[in-house]
């Protein structure tokens, strides 16, 4: 029981902004959950603000601290003023960033794929860290704090990548972005690093592929993030960590 509530406490006091935590069953779920267990006080950030909402009251009824925002993170006045609130309801101070938000779409053989659908995964999947990283760098900058972005094992050298050139090229700049976070941030002490999992057991993944199929748990994934938030990363930066 003592282990149990030092592991509540182990983040009491610290901000922190998780993008693309709306459906229920997906990773960001799990990953909020995980924060908000050991004591952190979670903001909910979603392109649907209800669902987001839904998660954050599932949260505060199990008695932890969470709340909701909804926005296009995409549009760089909505992520502005998503930053803002925040802002306002901390002091300025946010621990971590952790930038779920994004998505999948095959894009098929490239001389017959759409350009417009290539352009979209690089609007959901880079544009999207990249207003978000850059609003809340001056609020992870008070704590030191750290960013982890999602990128994905199709971006890695060797992954089979036919048929989803787009998304895989999507992911590969996000993994670069990082780099030159991490970098560029060195001396204000801000640490970004990012995660390259396999598929994810969340309901969707479920749906789709079977229940059978290799996957990787959304509880594991929470598991390395809230290592690469925590001080025990306090030297990590920079890092792709390739989860499976």
Not at 4 to 19: F, H, I, K, N, P
Not at 115 to 132: M, S
Not at 137 to 145: M, Y
Not at 153 to 179: C, D, H, N
Request: charged letters at 25%; one cysteine or more.
């Amino acid at each position: 029981m003592t282990e149990q509530r030092e592991d509540r406490a182990e983040l009491a006091g610290r901000s922190v902004v998780l993008t693309g935590v709306g459906r229920e069953g997906q990773v960001g779920e799990a990953v909020a959950r995980a924060f908000a267990e050991r004591g952190a006080r979670v903001f909910l950030v979603d392109r649907q603000e209800a669902e987001a909402r839904a998660r954050a009251d599932t949260l505060v009824a199990a008695g932890f601290r969470a709340a909701a925002l909804g926005a296009d993170l995409t549009d760089v006045a909505a992520v502005a003023a998503v930053a803002d609130r925040v802002r306002d309801a901390t002091g300025g101070r946010v621990h971590a960033l952790v930038h779920l938000a994004g998505g999948f779409a095959s894009s098929g053989p490239i001389a017959d794929s759409d350009p417009a659908a290539f352009g979209r995964q690089f609007e959901i999947n880079v544009r999207t860290a990249y207003l978000t990283a850059r609003a809340f760098l001056p609020l992870l900058r008070a704590t030191k704090g750290a960013i982890v972005l999602f990128g994905s094992e199709a971006a890695l050298p060797g992954a089979r990548v036919a048929g989803i050139s787009a998304y895989a090229a999507a992911k590969s700049a996000l993994l670069t972005f990082m780099q030159a976070i991490a970098q560029e941030e060195r001396e204000s002490g801000v640490r970004a690093n990012a995660l390259a999992p396999a598929a994810i057991r969340t309901a969707a993944n479920i749906a789709e592929m079977g229940a059978d199929a290799a996957y990787v748990t959304r509880e594991a994934v929470a598991d390395v993030v809230l290592w690469l938030c925590s001080d025990a990363a306090r030297a990590v930066t920079g890092q792709v960590v390739r989860v499976r």
